[in-house]
């Protein structure tokens, strides 16, 4: 599967231009379409476009095991990327739950609830630039009409791409159905940074995802000469977007955060012309949601003086994995990873967006795992994670879902499954 998928989307950076509703993301969905119809699995896509495959044998179909109380569990991730990103972001998550798939069958393991594995759409949102769209979109934290009005860097909106790929704009929306068919989620991903290499073991449990957001920074100017114009004169626009460059790291580094400054828009655009209008886009996240905010309101007061507007284009609070559900994937993963000798499995927080993480926001009781990367490095080419570690993903992932696809007795809901506060399963 991995083979298959190394040349979708790939640049001759090394790294990977895999965009939503783009000729590559419909290759990838394709691919997928496929690798599900070759193991039988019942494939529907939502409201959105995210792409669901469904195993179940038991009585009825899954929509008749929820009804009597046996929601699913599904695992998986996406297959788009940021420009020129590494190969695991994303399709490690799919590549290990449909080989999941494969582990429990080879093992003659038959789920007592539904199974599914999701690939989720436009997850980077590097193309209309509202990260996890397709999940926002599914939950309701992003209304449809607001996503079809985006528009990428050629100017093209949401609502055109999906005609383009053959989608009816109309349809885009929440889809209450699909949520109802999931009661445990769980997300395989490559670590986003370097713990695990520290720690020594392959795989680790998520406890959080730190708040994050982003905003846009609109600079005023006036363009003229870059020769003959007089620097008391000039009113570049280009001053305010370094102000807020150097700014962010010094007051991140202030604050215990991360701040980062990684696009920018330059009207006219010349090397000869001064800059009429620059905007530049902040991404700024940090364990403390309080330390976040105090960041953006100093960055955002410094920019106002210089005449700019600033526009909060996403916003996500601190989001907590289910605990119960996570301490139980701890205690199925001691000794169940390479080894017969009970390990200890460490609990990491991230500083990364994930689709498990809206999706747990929406009340879905969602966990992830993270398979060791020794780099460190992510949303680049030199992303990397070793064979034995992604197998060892895989074997922890099966161990999971075999755990929580387990039937209780007397038509009692698996184990794995949560009640939420308001009393739906």
Not at 53 to 60: K, Q, V
Not at 101 to 117: I, Q
Not at 327 to 340: F, I, K, Q, S, W
Not at 358 to 387: C, D, K, Q, W
């Amino acid at each position: 599967m991995w083979a298959e998928l190394e040349p979708v989307g790939w640049a001759p950076s090394g790294g990977y231009r895999r965009f939503a509703w783009s000729a590559e993301d419909l290759t990838l969905r394709e691919w997928f379409a496929a690798e599900c119809a070759r193991r039988g699995l019942d494939l529907t896509v939502d409201r959105v476009g995210n792409q669901w495959a469904w195993w179940w044998d038991g009585p009825g179909t899954v929509d008749d095991a929820v009804a009597a109380g046996r929601p699913g569990v599904a695992i998986g991730s996406h297959l788009d990327s940021v420009p020129d990103g590494g190969a695991f972001d994303g399709p490690l998550g799919v590549v290990s739950a449909l080989a999941t798939v494969d582990a429990l069958r080879a093992a003659g393991v038959t789920p007592d609830v539904p199974l599914a594995v999701v690939n989720f759409v436009d997850e980077e949102g590097a193309r209309f630039g509202i990260a996890c769209a397709g999940s926002r979109v599914l939950t309701g934290q992003l209304s449809p009409e607001r996503a079809l009005a985006l528009t990428d860097a050629d100017g093209t909106t949401y609502a055109e791409a999906l005609r383009a790929a053959g989608r009816d704009p109309d349809e885009l929306g929440p889809d209450e159905q699909t949520l109802r068919r999931v009661g445990t989620f769980v997300e395989l991903h490559v670590e986003q940074g370097r713990a695990l290499v520290d720690l020594g073991t392959p795989v680790a449990v998520a406890s959080d995802i730190w708040p994050h957001g982003r905003w846009r920074f609109d600079f005023p100017g006036e363009a003229n000469h870059a020769g003959t114009t007089r620097l008391e004169d000039r009113r570049d626009a280009m001053l305010g977007y370094a102000d807020l460059v150097l700014g962010a790291r010094h007051v991140a580094t202030q604050r215990g955060c991360v701040a980062t400054v990684g696009k920018v828009a330059v009207t006219p655009g010349g090397v000869n012309a001064i800059p009429a209008h620059v905007t530049g886009w902040l991404d700024a996240r940090g364990p403390q949601e309080d330390q976040v905010r105090a960041l953006v309101e100093e960055l955002t007061g410094r920019a106002g003086e210089l005449g700019a507007e600033v526009t909060r284009e996403s916003w996500t609070p601190t989001t907590r994995f289910d605990t119960d559900l996570a301490d139980r994937l701890r205690g199925v993963l001691r000794g169940a990873v390479g080894t017969e000798t009970p390990v200890s499995v460490p609990v990491l927080g991230t500083g990364a967006g994930h689709d498990a993480g809206i999706l747990a926001t929406a009340g879905v009781p969602s966990a992830m795992l993270f398979v060791r990367n020794p780099t460190g490095v992510s949303h680049s080419p030199a992303e990397h994670a070793e064979r034995e570690d992604c197998h060892a993903g895989v074997e922890a992932l099966t161990a999971c879902v075999r755990d929580l696809t387990r039937g209780g007795p007397d038509g009692e809901p698996a184990p794995g499954v949560v009640r939420r506060a308001d009393g739906d399963v």
